[in-house]
């Protein structure tokens, strides 16, 4: 391998984290978070960062280091790696989340946070059907580039135009460059036959439950809010129900299970789609 950047992606519970752990204290290097709910500081347990025992043996870095109530972005993520990358340190980047994966080796339009309340205007127009009316105040060359039959791609081209003046589209067109070039790394992407990786799920979900979960989703009870981005941690909402005593703990448990098979396969549904390009690894013969 040469002492390239190392990117490793792949579904949740495919043992990306055992071969970062491996490259790093065989190879060198400092180990990268690339999942965007492990970002969260509230849930170690449910995310499956690494342990503090894994930790000792590398540097791990972009680890729950943001609040449960912070709403943490694709560029959020960008900025905070960006300095890392010229730290003359081999990076070995992990995760679960495409998207990051995707700004990191094709660049990100820098566009400036929404304002809540415009966001809060956009869902309005959503809930009284007023889509037509955000699609006009959009120019004909903005309307021609995005998904005019998708609510959700107008309304965010209406917030981003409120916001900063700028169409989405003339955004998109003044991309910065890619921070890691997809050629001038080491991209393996962790590919996991389902029945294998379903097993695994369940599996890692029963081991969840005895080192802590539930204690960890009592722990977060008394802040709960489903809308928090930190609040799609698979696990949490099935846990927080039961806590709240809306079903059993056998219920919850199956209801996780479940849903992180779900997460499992939306995701190695956009890497077949994404990720062509990069060298696939079957996990299960790691």
């Not at 730290?87 to 995760?95: A, C, E, M, N």
């Not at 589209?169 to 001038?184: D, F, G, M, N, Q």
């Not at 080192?211 to 802040?223: I, K, T, V, W």
Request: glycine share 6%; with cysteine.
């Amino acid at each position: 391998m040469r002492p390239d950047p190392v990117l490793i992606s792949g579904a949740t519970a495919s043992g990306k984290s055992n071969l970062a752990l491996k490259i790093a204290t065989e190879l060198g290097g400092v180990i990268v978070n690339a999942d965007a709910l492990q970002v969260y500081g509230g849930w170690r347990i449910l995310t499956a960062r690494p342990n503090v025992e894994e930790e000792s043996r590398a540097q791990h870095l972009l680890y729950g280091h943001i609040a449960n109530q912070n709403v943490y972005s694709v560029g959020d993520w960008l900025r905070d790696i960006a300095p890392i990358l010229k730290s003359g340190q081999r990076p070995i980047i992990v995760g679960g989340t495409g998207l990051y994966f995707r700004a990191l080796t094709e660049g990100l339009a820098d566009i400036p946070r929404i304002p809540q309340h415009i966001k809060e205007q956009a869902k309005q127009f959503l809930r009284d059907g007023e889509v037509p009316f955000m699609l006009e105040a959009l120019d004909s060359y903005t309307q021609s580039k995005i998904d005019v039959q998708n609510p959700m791609r107008v309304s965010r081209a209406w917030e981003v135009l409120q916001a900063t003046g700028k169409s989405i589209v003339s955004w998109h067109e003044h991309t910065p460059p890619a921070l890691i070039p997809l050629k001038s790394c080491d991209a393996l992407h962790l590919n996991s036959p389902v029945d294998w990786l379903n097993t695994r799920l369940e599996t890692r979900f029963n081991m969840m439950m005895s080192a802590g979960a539930l204690d960890e989703a009592r722990e977060n009870l008394d802040n709960w809010d489903p809308s928090l981005q930190s609040s799609q941690a698979i696990g949490a909402p099935e846990l927080i129900n039961h806590l709240l005593g809306h079903s059993s703990l056998a219920e919850a448990k199956e209801l996780a299970v479940i849903a992180s098979r779900q997460y499992a396969k939306r995701q190695r549904t956009w890497f077949r789609k994404r990720m062509s390009d990069w060298r696939s690894i079957e996990s299960h013969n790691l």
